[in-house]
């Protein structure tokens, strides 16, 4: 079943693959006539296309968190402005946003730290060095130690982004000393989510403007 928290917009496909609805108008009304295993999705909008009753349709339910589910379902009602279905198990898409990295070079501060239940405020915020970053976590090197579980408190661009990343891999080298830490975002809110795609996006622009600066020399 459709997981009712966090969703950041809702696709509609047809079985041909063609993409007829996109939404973020998502509401979850009472069913009166409740299908066992299955919740009722209406999306609201201006300009649906009409889809007849019945009719077979393939819907994307896109998360904040980059998750990315897929429900075969049908039609139950469609105009212009709304359109209802029901929707039951669905099926986990790769995270094709979360996946893309770009290599950053900046610094970050970091207040405190969550070990189980406990939390640990520094003294002064400690610097953390980033080193690659993409909607779904970072990669950052630092002075201070930490373990895999931990929650780091990130403060970064300027204070725009605050957010609370887990630790889920302590990177060694080859002499056995800390590299740095990979790590995934906590609860990235919709807001900061776009945040992160629009600074990944232009460091992606940057990144190829270097390249052609870079070959315009060598030719």
Same mark, same amino acid.
């Given at each position: 079943?459709? !997981? =009712?928290?966090?969703?950041?917009?809702? +696709?509609? @496909?047809?079985? !041909?693959?063609?993409?007829?609805?996109?939404?973020?108008?998502?509401?979850?009304?009472?069913?009166?006539?409740?299908?066992? $295993? =299955? /919740?009722?999705?209406?999306?609201?909008?201006?300009?649906?296309? +009409?889809?007849?009753?019945?009719?077979?349709?393939?819907? *994307?339910?896109?998360?904040?968190?980059?998750?990315?589910? =897929?429900?075969?379902?049908?039609?139950?009602?469609?105009?212009?402005?709304?359109? !209802?279905?029901?929707?039951?198990?669905?099926?986990?898409?790769?995270?094709?946003?979360?996946?893309?990295?770009?290599?950053?070079?900046?610094?970050?501060?970091?207040?405190? @730290?969550?070990?189980?239940?406990?939390?640990?405020?520094?003294?002064?915020?400690?610097?953390?060095?980033?080193? !690659?970053?993409?909607?779904? $976590? *970072? @990669?950052?090197?630092?002075?201070?130690?930490?373990?895999? $579980?931990?929650?780091?408190?990130?403060?970064?661009? /300027?204070?725009?982004?605050?957010?609370?990343?887990?630790?889920?891999?302590?990177?060694?080298? /080859?002499?056995?000393?800390? /590299?740095?830490?990979?790590?995934?975002?906590?609860?990235?809110?919709?807001?900061?989510?776009?945040?992160?795609?629009?600074?990944?996006?232009?460091?992606?622009?940057?990144?190829?403007?270097?390249?052609?600066? =870079?070959?315009?020399?060598?030719?």
């Amino acid at each position: 079943m459709i !997981n =009712k928290d966090k969703i950041s917009r809702v +696709l509609v @496909y047809d079985t !041909n693959g063609k993409l007829l609805i996109s939404t973020k108008s998502v509401f979850f009304p009472k069913d009166f006539f409740r299908i066992k $295993g =299955k /919740d009722l999705v209406m999306l609201k909008g201006a300009d649906f296309p +009409l889809i007849s009753k019945g009719e077979k349709i393939d819907v *994307v339910v896109e998360y904040i968190n980059g998750t990315r589910v =897929k429900y075969e379902t049908t039609v139950d009602l469609c105009t212009e402005y709304q359109i !209802n279905f029901h929707v039951g198990q669905g099926e986990v898409l790769e995270e094709r946003r979360r996946s893309f990295k770009v290599s950053v070079d900046f610094d970050a501060l970091s207040p405190f @730290y969550i070990r189980g239940e406990e939390m640990y405020a520094f003294d002064d915020p400690i610097m953390l060095h980033f080193v !690659n970053i993409n909607l779904g $976590g *970072v @990669y950052f090197s630092s002075s201070s130690e930490f373990e895999a $579980g931990d929650h780091v408190m990130l403060n970064f661009l /300027d204070g725009e982004m605050q957010l609370l990343a887990e630790i889920l891999r302590v990177q060694k080298n /080859d002499e056995g000393k800390i /590299d740095g830490y990979g790590c995934r975002f906590l609860d990235i809110n919709q807001t900061q989510e776009e945040r992160l795609a629009r600074f990944i996006f232009d460091c992606q622009v940057l990144e190829r403007e270097r390249r052609k600066a =870079k070959e315009s020399i060598f030719k």
